[in-house]
T-cell receptor, first 114, second 115 residues
Framework: DTTVKQNPRYKLARVGKPVNLICSQT?????MYWYQKKPNQAPKLLLFYYDKILNREADTFEKFQSSRPNNSFCSLYIGSAGLEYSAMYLCASSLGQYNYAEQFFGPGTRLTVL | AQKVTQTQTSISVMEKTTVTMDCVYETQDSSYFLFWYKQTASGEIVFLIR??????ENATVGHYSLNFQKPKSSIGLIITATQIEDSAVYFCAMREGDSGTYQRFGTGTKLQVVP
């Protein structure tokens, strides 16, 4: 099974409210990533877990949080959603210890903030 | 710092023809890995093919192949005998071998294959 699953597939949130997105994989990958994807833009890496170590991008450090309670699951948490958070959120996993390893992506969660 | 650039935003080709999508990259590392991914209309992103910087031979998988021009820091994706279902957005990505911890993506090229 080479699938990455994401829940929910669609999320509607109000400005100022929290949002929690879930991702799971059963490939025993050591690394899990979260990307934000907006139309006509490159997938933007928000953060990733290498094993239990969280790495967050400098420009999104305070906007997104994450947890990885076990190897298979990873969440993305937005404490207070703003309009600018409306986007597709993609979870991916890989054998991050190997630089040549490709990433496996989930189907994404489309977040709309109103 | 690593950078990946795809200048073609959209391409339209006739079915059964060959198309090349361009990608140029910047890196200070001597070792790096280049990837191409496909995003379908449903939004799913799947890995297609990879080129290792230290390999001179161009990678080939099915009807996908790469045109790796190291002196030009270029990695083109070639699709031969295109099919309607090849219509998608194609992303180029790079991970540095010496200092990179993750892949950096280009902005993508939208390919439309018409009958």
């Amino acid at each position: 099974d080479t699938t990455v699953k994401q829940n929910p597939r669609y999320k509607l949130a109000r400005v100022g409210k929290p949002v929690n997105l879930i991702c799971s994989q059963t490939m025993n990958h050591d690394t899990m990533y979260w990307y934000q994807k907006k139309p006509n833009q490159a997938p933007k890496l928000l953060l990733f877990y290498y094993d239990k170590i969280l790495n967050r991008e400098a420009d999104t450090f305070e906007k997104f949080q994450s947890s990885r309670p076990n190897n298979s699951f990873c969440s993305l948490y937005i404490g207070s959603a703003g309009l600018e958070y409306s986007a597709m959120y993609l979870c991916a996993s890989s054998l991050g210890q190997y630089n040549y390893a490709e990433q496996f992506f989930g189907p994404g969660t489309r977040l709309t903030v109103l | 710092a690593q950078k990946v650039t795809q200048t073609q935003t959209s391409i339209s080709v006739m079915e059964k023809t060959t198309v090349t999508m361009d990608c140029v990259y910047e890196t200070q590392d001597s070792s790096y890995f280049l990837f191409w991914y496909k995003q379908t209309a449903s939004g799913e992103i799947v890995f297609l093919i990879r080129q290792d910087s230290y390999k001179k031979e161009n990678a080939t998988v099915g009807h996908y192949s790469l045109n790796f021009q190291k002196p030009k820091s270029s990695i083109g994706l070639i699709i031969t005998a295109t099919q309607i279902e090849d219509s998608a957005v194609y992303f180029c990505a790079m991970r540095e071998g010496d200092s990179g911890t993750y892949q950096r993506f280009g902005t993508g090229t939208k390919l439309q294959v018409v009958p």
